[in-house]
């Protein structure tokens, strides 16, 4: 067998592995899927009238679905770090870097089981989203691809973040709180009230940090609101989040144990 067949069987193996052990014990998942849903109901049905500003409820329920949708990426990589942390900690780490398998499988199962949960954390979100009356406009299959690829990427991206949070927490719930920022973020961003409602001195902070950009192209694809330099901005910063999370997390893996 191939040495590229053989990574490849190692790199299935261990995705089986996560997504059977996310199967397992459902309730992190779940409780960190609470947290985008109950921010959806509070936000439109308690907030939603005074948030839009005389626009009306329906209005501000296509306002704040794709915020919502990115922060339910946000909520789920948290796990993720948790996830590893735990693998770390128990020492199956470090059993696998004994062990005659290829070496970036054992990240690799991590990486595309938490980007499909992910997604569908993120298909469930959207659900939520529709019963309560969001809709879109008339976006093209083009459109809703690119809308899809770009929720694909930024679960990529803040997933190798995750994972290089785990790798470099002592403890589940040192992860836990180093994963903080990837909730705390989108409620900095334009998720649930326009830039230009923000103080003027805060405004560059939200419009350049990783959610607002993707919340914004979001928009445009799904509810055809201009989009701006915001897609490039979104783009660059999914790359770079990829690029850094990997090598981050690969340096940490590949480190002597201590």
Not at 68 to 77: A, Y
Not at 184 to 211: N, T
Not at 220 to 226: I, K, S, V, Y
């Amino acid at each position: 067998m191939s040495s590229l067949a053989l990574s490849a069987r190692d790199a299935s193996t261990m995705l089986r592995r996560n997504l059977l052990h996310a199967r397992r014990y459902p309730s992190m998942t779940l409780n960190l899927l609470l947290t985008p849903v109950m921010l959806l109901l509070l936000f439109v049905y308690v907030f939603g009238d005074t948030m839009s500003g005389g626009a009306g409820r329906s209005a501000y329920i296509a306002y704040i679905v794709p915020g919502i949708l990115l922060m339910t990426i946000g909520s789920t990589v948290v796990g993720t770090a948790v996830s590893v942390a735990m693998d770390m900690n128990e020492g199956i780490i470090a059993r696998f870097r004994t062990m005659a398998i290829h070496r970036g499988s054992v990240l690799f199962g991590h990486v595309v089981g938490s980007v499909l949960q992910a997604v569908v954390s993120v298909v469930l979100v959207g659900a939520v989203g529709v019963a309560m009356g969001f809709r879109t406009t008339d976006a093209t299959a083009v459109e809703w691809l690119a809308a899809v690829g770009l929720l694909a990427f930024f679960a990529l991206a803040f997933t190798w973040i995750a994972v290089g949070m785990g790798l470099g927490s002592p403890n589940a719930e040192a992860a836990s709180n180093n994963a903080m920022p990837l909730i705390l973020l989108p409620l900095i961003s334009s998720a649930f009230v326009p830039l230009d409602s923000m103080p003027g001195w805060f405004q560059p902070i939200a419009h350049y940090q990783p959610f607002t950009p993707a919340i914004e192209t979001l928009r445009g694809l799904l509810l055809g609101t201009e989009i701006g330099d915001n897609w490039w901005i979104a783009l660059v910063w999914c790359l770079a989040l990829t690029i850094l999370g990997r090598r981050w997390s690969q340096a940490q893996f590949n480190s002597d144990p201590k």
